[in-house]
């Protein structure tokens, strides 16, 4: 229905050492700023950061994010699935996707956790992508006035507002 171009788009996979490190915050801003070449996904994490109750937000990103379940050998597994997407100017949306799982347990801010090599089952995950919106397509197909006719009623509860909620302006 929207009318976007994934102008760019870039996927890694890898394993880690069973002695590295992986930090989630790290590697998405690390990704997001090799292939789209902004920070403001480190801005947006600034934005959760200065929210009135950071420990409330991330409790509830996790709540969505993460799904414990059992591995082949019997033992707990935490998968982490993480998308994020940014609107900037243009309109343009950058967005990154992240997977992992982990023997570890999974802390509130899990986005900043250190997890061990050692713990993470199979390959960790990051997508990157650029769309843009294809201006002529969108105001041809009226896609403005069906959307507004349809979020009269609707509220999206996994859409969390930094910009307008905590005053926190993505430049």
Same mark, same amino acid.
């Given at each position: 229905?929207?009318?976007?171009?994934?102008?760019?788009? %870039?996927?890694?996979?890898?394993? @880690?050492?069973?002695?590295?490190? !992986? $930090?989630?915050?790290?590697?998405?801003? /690390?990704?997001?700023?090799?292939?789209?070449?902004?920070?403001?996904?480190?801005?947006?994490?600034?934005?959760?950061?200065?929210?009135?109750?950071?420990?409330?937000?991330?409790?509830?990103?996790?709540?969505?994010?993460?799904?414990?379940?059992?591995?082949?050998?019997?033992?707990?597994?935490?998968?982490?699935?993480?998308?994020? %997407?940014?609107?900037?100017?243009? @309109?343009?949306?950058?967005?990154? !996707? $992240?997977?992992?799982?982990?023997?570890? /347990?999974?802390?509130?801010?899990?986005?900043?956790?250190?997890?061990?090599?050692?713990?993470?089952?199979?390959?960790?995950?990051?997508?990157?992508?650029?769309?843009?919106?294809?201006?002529?397509?969108?105001?041809?197909?009226?896609?403005?006035?069906?959307?507004?006719?349809?979020?009269?009623?609707?509220?999206?509860?996994?859409?969390?507002?930094?910009?307008?909620?905590?005053?926190?302006?993505?430049?």
């Amino acid at each position: 229905m929207m009318k976007w171009n994934r102008q760019v788009f %870039r996927g890694y996979d890898f394993e @880690p050492d069973k002695d590295e490190v !992986v $930090v989630l915050n790290d590697l998405v801003q /690390k990704k997001i700023f090799e292939v789209l070449g902004t920070n403001q996904f480190e801005q947006m994490m600034g934005c959760v950061e200065q929210s009135p109750d950071p420990q409330v937000t991330w409790a509830v990103i996790k709540e969505h994010a993460v799904a414990i379940g059992q591995s082949e050998n019997a033992s707990e597994v935490s998968s982490i699935v993480l998308q994020v %997407r940014l609107l900037g100017e243009g @309109p343009i949306i950058y967005s990154a !996707v $992240v997977c992992i799982n982990t023997s570890e /347990k999974v802390e509130v801010d899990f986005f900043n956790q250190r997890f061990l090599g050692c713990h993470v089952v199979g390959k960790v995950t990051v997508d990157v992508a650029r769309h843009v919106l294809d201006k002529a397509g969108y105001e041809r197909s009226g896609i403005r006035e069906k959307v507004l006719g349809q979020l009269l009623d609707t509220k999206d509860t996994l859409v969390l507002d930094l910009s307008s909620k905590y005053t926190c302006l993505l430049e």
